[in-house]
């Protein structure tokens, strides 16, 4: 698969073992200008794009979150699979609009405690 936009990859197969289901990372625009403007993937990772070009969602902020522990331990609840799908992925429950506008302010230091604390008021 050949990318020539920012997109967040997801691995698609993780070992019983690994202490993570959920490893994304983005791919920016400068990275892909940097390699010369496009990449090719293989199908070992999930290829994940927005859909519209002008949401608070983006790239980084949808890997910020997948990187965290708690969207982790989320997606482990909904699957017992060490294969992680985009079609799984499309179950995860994201914050609404307005949390993820205050999300993306957030630091590194109180980024992840924050979702904690989102998705531990929202079940309640």
Do not use: K
């Amino acid at each position: 698969m050949r990318l020539d936009e920012p997109c967040v990859l997801v691995q698609r197969t993780t070992a019983p073992e690994q202490p993570r289901r959920l490893v994304a990372a983005v791919l920016d625009a400068e990275t892909l200008e940097a390699w010369g403007g496009c990449v090719v993937v293989e199908n070992h990772v999930n290829v994940l794009r927005s859909r519209d070009a002008d949401t608070v969602l983006t790239p980084s902020l949808l890997t910020r979150l997948l990187n965290t522990a708690t969207l982790d331990r989320i997606y482990r609840c909904l699957t017992g699979s060490v294969a992680v799908s985009a079609y799984e992925l499309s179950f995860l429950p994201l914050p609404d609009g307005r949390e993820l506008a205050r999300l993306v302010t957030l630091d590194d230091a109180t980024f992840d405690s924050s979702v904690t604390r989102y998705y531990r008021d929202v079940v309640r």
